[in-house]
């Protein structure tokens, strides 16, 4: 049965079949109270590819409902005339280059198509478009390749073939039906629609393969709109008044360069800061490579937008000390929820990472979404990050948790140096705890042991660890290879000198979420247990465990 499958979460968001990667397009519906999340995927198989808008709703972020394609790859747009010039607008070196139409086979957008990479929704509520009152705008990336040829008179006045070129460009399609279908926008009125479909933002040249991922928000204090979109190792904002026609405004640089590592999914998002009346922008960063997580992380820097839509850092935190999202290696793409009602900022990420997407498989479907995560901006007592952006799991999760299954007799124990077993065996499940500790007895690690094969072989490890302050969850022992060597502990520092901690953690069937004290910190981790065949173990008992010294554990809790 769909749904039931081996290593399919249960309360998490995944496609019923097929590949999923990036959330796109995330919106509130005021109209009918609904959310829509629209994401990444290949309607024709189980691996990257033919790059599509899936979609799917929910009444509470939590709950989904699977829904037909909403914007399916563009077709041939035949031929095109064009101009390569770099990002400045003049013309590059090389002198004109010219399209002449888009061959048939094509990495990852066969028969000449163009693919609908990621993108973000902005609803239309005054009609400042005039597309339409409530007009939900889906503003994303095409992705194509193609035949460019120098336009020097040679070959039969063709032109002398110069190979394939990947180009990207951004796009506007529009729904007036509340997110069901769309229809694309050509910013050519002249022309007819698709043929050509003329882009809202064209590639300029420069990296015009690395150009993607548009994010649209306003700027309430400024009033206007602000488009954010990657080009290569710097995000670039573009600002309007009419959601139509964007005036490019201004560029944030990467401070290194490493190589590797394209910046993606941008986002520029207003945060109130916690208890004051302040509204900081926190710039939210994908990094397909080389992030904190050995591959594909997330990162924010937290600044300010002026008029002329300028984001500048902090001083506190400068383009050279990016903050992590999240420590673990799986947490991706995330982008917010637009539209949202009393000032929520709501993130939803892809639960997965490019480095071993290929690797770690599951079938008929691969890729599902993290938890939402509600997002507030704190004043950090750390005077080198200055502010804090926490995330929890959003309290609708609320909805789908039992009862607590931890008699009252058992919530606040003292064990030392001990695996203390919790008699659970289900594999969805909340768990948390607060632990402390008396200084003159320490233990070295706290926490829990999930998902554990009789002979202990097999296991998932969520703790801290006192001797280096670190909290972490670390998957070295599931038997699933591409998910081990060489990464260790993913973790994150946190302080605990007063000598207590909060651990909860949200473990679905191959994901884990953990958060350290409500939100401080959180690290975001699949797991694939796949013990040998030849053992056929079930790997289905939990435990808590103190090692050295003794702990206090108060409020344990597990909820199915
Ligand atoms: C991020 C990403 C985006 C791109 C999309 C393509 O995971 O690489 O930059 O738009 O995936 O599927």
Not at 458 to 465: A, K, Q, R
């Given at each position: 049965?769909?749904?039931?499958?081996?290593?399919?979460?249960q309360?998490h968001f995944?496609?019923?079949?097929?590949?999923?990667n990036?959330?796109?397009?995330l919106?509130?519906?005021?109209?009918?109270?609904?959310?829509?999340?629209?994401?990444?995927?290949?309607?024709?198989?189980?691996?990257?590819?033919?790059?599509?808008?899936?979609h799917?709703t929910?009444?509470d972020?939590?709950?989904?409902?699977?829904?037909?394609?909403?914007?399916?790859?563009l077709?041939?747009?035949?031929?095109?005339?064009?101009?390569?010039?770099?990002t400045t607008?003049?013309?590059a070196?090389?002198?004109?280059?010219?399209?002449?139409g888009?061959?048939?086979?094509?990495?990852?957008?066969?028969?000449?198509?163009k693919?609908?990479?990621?993108?973000?929704?902005?609803?239309?509520?005054?009609?400042?478009?005039?597309?339409?009152?409530?007009?939900?705008?889906?503003?994303?990336?095409?992705?194509?390749?193609?035949?460019?040829?120098?336009?020097?008179?040679?070959e039969?006045?063709?032109?002398?073939?110069?190979?394939?070129?990947?180009?990207?460009?951004?796009?506007?399609?529009?729904s007036?039906?509340?997110?069901?279908?769309?229809?694309?926008?050509?910013?050519?009125?002249?022309?007819?629609e698709?043929?050509?479909?003329?882009?809202?933002i064209?590639?300029?040249?420069?990296?015009?393969?690395?150009?993607?991922?548009?994010?649209?928000v306003?700027?309430?204090?400024?009033?206007q709109?602000l488009?954010?979109?990657?080009?290569?190792?710097?995000?670039?904002?573009?600002?309007?008044?009419?959601?139509?026609?964007?005036?490019?405004?201004?560029?944030?640089?990467?401070?290194?360069?490493?190589?590797?590592?394209?910046w993606?999914?941008?986002?520029?998002?207003?945060?109130?800061?916690e208890?004051?009346?302040?509204?900081?922008?926190?710039?939210?960063?994908?990094?397909?490579?080389?992030?904190?997580?050995?591959?594909?992380?997330?990162?924010?820097?937290?600044?300010n937008i002026?008029?002329?839509?300028?984001?500048?850092?902090?001083?506190?935190?400068?383009?050279?000390n990016?903050?992590?999202?999240?420590?673990?290696?799986?947490?991706?793409?995330?982008?917010?929820?637009?539209?949202?009602?009393?000032?929520?900022?709501?993130?939803?990420?892809?639960q997965?990472?490019?480095?071993y997407?290929?690797?770690?498989?599951?079938?008929?479907w691969?890729?599902?979404?993290?938890?939402?995560?509600e997002?507030?901006?704190?004043?950090?007592?750390?005077?080198?990050?200055?502010?804090?952006?926490?995330?929890t799991?959003?309290?609708?999760?609320?909805h789908?948790e039992?009862?607590d299954?931890i008699?009252p007799?058992?919530?606040?124990?003292?064990?030392?140096?001990?695996?203390q077993?919790?008699?659970y065996s289900?594999?969805?499940?909340?768990?948390?705890?607060?632990?402390?500790?008396?200084?003159?007895?320490?233990?070295?690690?706290v926490?829990?042991?999930?998902?554990?094969?009789?002979?202990g072989k097999?296991?998932?490890?969520?703790?801290?660890?006192l001797?280096?302050?670190k909290?972490?969850?670390?998957?070295?022992?599931?038997?699933?290879a591409?998910?081990?060597?060489?990464?260790?502990?993913?973790?994150?520092?946190?302080?605990?000198a007063?000598?207590?901690?909060?651990?909860?953690?949200?473990?679905?069937?191959?994901?884990?979420?953990?958060?350290a004290?409500?939100?401080?910190?959180?690290?975001?981790?699949?797991?694939?247990?796949?013990?040998?065949?030849?053992e056929?173990?079930?790997?289905?008992?939990?435990?808590l465990?103190?090692?050295?010294g003794?702990a206090?554990?108060?409020?344990?809790?597990?909820n199915?």
């Open positions: 049965k769909s749904y039931s499958e081996p290593y399919r979460n309360f995944s496609p019923s079949k097929n590949w999923m990036d959330p796109n397009g919106f509130y519906d005021d109209q009918t109270g609904l959310y829509h999340l629209y994401y990444q995927y290949n309607p024709e198989g189980n691996e990257w590819g033919n790059m599509s808008w899936g799917a929910s009444k972020m939590i709950n989904w409902r699977q829904e037909p394609l909403a914007i399916p790859m077709a041939d747009q035949g031929w095109e005339d064009f101009v390569y010039t770099n607008g003049s013309l070196k090389y002198g004109e280059v010219r399209y002449v888009i061959p048939t086979t094509n990495w990852g957008d066969a028969n000449g198509k693919a609908i990479f990621s993108g973000s929704i902005y609803v239309d509520k005054n009609n400042v478009s005039g597309l339409g009152q409530n007009a939900i705008l889906a503003f994303y990336t095409a992705d194509y390749q193609i035949a460019t040829r120098i336009n020097d008179g040679k039969n006045g063709w032109g002398t073939w110069i190979g394939l070129n990947e180009i990207q460009e951004q796009h506007l399609a529009y007036l039906d509340g997110g069901k279908t769309f229809k694309q926008y050509s910013a050519d009125k002249n022309s007819a698709p043929q050509p479909l003329i882009p809202v064209a590639s300029k040249g420069g990296d015009a393969a690395n150009f993607r991922d548009p994010n649209v306003y700027d309430q204090q400024n009033k709109f488009l954010t979109v990657v080009s290569n190792q710097q995000a670039l904002i573009y600002k309007s008044v009419d959601l139509l026609h964007w005036e490019y405004a201004s560029s944030i640089q990467r401070e290194k360069n490493v190589g590797l590592g394209v993606e999914c941008p986002a520029l998002i207003p945060l109130t800061v208890g004051t009346k302040t509204t900081k922008w926190v710039l939210a960063i994908s990094i397909q490579q080389g992030s904190h997580a050995t591959g594909s992380g997330m990162e924010y820097y937290v600044g002026d008029h002329n839509g300028q984001w500048t850092p902090e001083s506190t935190q400068t383009m050279a990016p903050m992590t999202m999240d420590y673990g290696e799986d947490f991706y793409a995330g982008i917010p929820f637009a539209n949202m009602s009393n000032n929520r900022n709501v993130m939803l990420a892809w997965s990472n490019w480095s997407t290929g690797d770690a498989k599951t079938s008929p691969y890729g599902n979404m993290t938890l939402p995560r997002l507030k901006l704190v004043k950090s007592s750390n005077t080198t990050d200055g502010y804090l952006l926490k995330n799991v959003i309290s609708e999760i609320t789908n039992q009862a299954r008699a007799d058992d919530s606040s124990i003292t064990p030392r140096d001990t695996e077993k919790i008699e289900g594999n969805q499940y909340k768990l948390t705890a607060d632990f402390s500790w008396d200084t003159k007895n320490p233990p070295t690690s926490g829990f042991k999930l998902r554990a094969s009789d002979d097999y296991y998932v490890l969520v703790g801290y660890d001797t280096t302050k909290f972490f969850v670390q998957r070295l022992n599931t038997g699933e591409a998910m081990e060597a060489p990464r260790d502990k993913m973790n994150a520092i946190v302080d605990t007063n000598g207590t901690i909060k651990l909860t953690v949200y473990v679905d069937e191959t994901s884990v979420e953990a958060f004290n409500d939100g401080e910190k959180s690290i975001t981790q699949n797991f694939f247990m796949r013990p040998e065949k030849a056929k173990q079930a790997t289905n008992q939990l435990y465990y103190v090692q050295a003794t206090h554990i108060t409020g344990l809790k597990l199915p």
